[in-house]
């Protein structure tokens, strides 16, 4: 059986020539727009190619070794100075051959016309629009909110959870997309795509990750993506917690083996992100009503060495009176690559006997987590 899935697997042709480059061409039209209006290629955060446009028209290749996304930047004005901020740009599917891109002025707005991941990733787009209206739609009523309403923590806890409501939406057409289409480079794209949205739980990504063919398993993107499948398995509900050992501020040794008897919180957060400084109160307000209830947070902190000083006036600031540790490694902080944190905040429920009962519980789950489990 494994010499048969073997030569499956050689007689494709995007796992035989795991390691060779195909060509590809990006061919568009945005109007009769000319110099000094170009148009960037961008992987990643790298710019591989660009064009500048002669009445409307613009050319751009490159090499791929799978299909991937990438990301086209039109710039008006010429220059890309950074990817951050609002910019005219559309995503797209680099694969064997041509890919035509067509608008009247705009990327945003743009028809592609391209291979089988394009057509799947296009396909797959459509899905979402619906929900992107809706987003758009609620995003636009939030901004006329007064500043009063919005310093109100109630409004804040209805906006992330309306905003976790989209995510859900959004997750569930792609968790349908890649039901359906195992063998799609986009749907490996949006499997990867969902670790944007929220934070990935092994009983839910893990079946979908071995639905994919073996080809895009064993792509490069396949194959990263398995690791963290792998991680997710070790913390999935049900499993045991992993120790760690690591660091208060003041330097006293505290282990996760230290709480057992006790219901615990792992908290993964970061001085600099601002999302975990958001959700502190949150922490804060369930810490305050079940502490002395067999219940302890211990606060993990993906901060840098260079940041100690940050990290130890966040927990001031923000008045954390639990528990705070770290290795000041950043994202390489030990416990947090034995957890497969991938994004913060981050949390793990942990029971007396060490088993890992909830996670990335937030605002109101947090506390209906602890009600249900705390008596």
């Known amino acids: ?28 039209k945005l109007g009769t727009l000319n110099a000094p209006a170009k148009v960037y290629l961008v992987r990643g955060m790298t710019v591989t190619d660009s064009a500048t446009l002669k009445n409307g028209a613009f050319e751009l290749k490159g090499t791929t070794e799978t299909p991937v996304t990438a990301d086209l ?42 291979g089988p991941a394009t057509t799947d ?22 901004q006329k909110a007064t500043e009063q309403q919005r310093q109100d923590p109630a409004f804040k806890e209805q ?9 859900r939406q959004i997750a569930n057409s792609y968790y349908a997309f890649i039901k359906a289409n195992p063998d799609s480079w986009a749907s490996l794209d949006a499997l990867l795509g969902m670790q944007m949205m929220d934070l990935p739980q092994y009983n839910t990504v893990g079946p979908l990750y071995e639905s994919l063919s073996p080809t895009l398993k064993n792509s490069p993107q396949g194959r990263e993506y398995g690791e963290l499948v792998r991680g997710l398995k070790a913390v999935a509900i049900g499993a045991q917690a992993p120790d760690f050992t690591q660091k208060t501020p003041d330097g006293k040794t505290v282990s996760l083996r ?5 219901y615990v919180l792992v908290d993964f957060w970061a001085s600099w992100c601002g999302p975990c400084r958001q959700e502190n109160p949150s922490v804060a307000k369930a810490y305050n009503e079940y502490k ?4 302890e947070v211990l606060g993990v902190s993906l901060d840098n060495e260079k940041d100690r000083a940050k990290w130890v ?39 007396p006997t060490g088993k890992i009962i909830a996670a990335n519980l937030k605002g109101a789950e947090l506390r209906a987590a602890l009600a249900q489990h705390i008596k």
Not at 11 to 27: D, E, L, N, R, Y
Not at 292 to 295: C, I, K, Q, S, Y
Request: net charge positive; proline share 5%; aromatic share 10%.
């Open 121 to 142: 990733y296009m396909r797959l787009t459509e899905s979402i629009k619906p929900i992107i209206a809706n987003i758009q739609a609620f995003g636009a009523e939030t």
């Open 258 to 262: 230290d709480y057992r008897g006790k």
């Open 313 to 351: 006036k966040a927990i001031q600031d923000d008045q954390l009176a639990w528990t705070q540790v770290s290795d000041l490694r950043g994202w390489e902080n030990a416990a947090a690559k034995s957890y497969a944190v991938r994004a913060i905040p981050q949390n793990y429920l942990v029971d």
């Open 1 to 28: 059986m494994k010499k048969l899935l073997l030569c499956l697997l050689l007689s494709t042709p995007w796992v035989a020539s795991a390691q060779t480059s195909t060509p590809f061409v990006i061919k568009g």
């Open 73 to 114: 930047v039109f710039r008006r004005k010429g220059r890309l100075t950074s990817m951050y901020g609002p910019l005219d740009r559309t995503r797209v599917f680099l694969e064997p051959g041509t890919l035509l891109v067509t608008s009247p002025d705009s990327l945003a707005h743009a028809t592609l016309k391209g």
């Open 292 to 295: 002395g209830r067999n219940f």
């Open 159 to 167: 906006l992330r959870t309306k905003f976790e409501a989209f995510n």
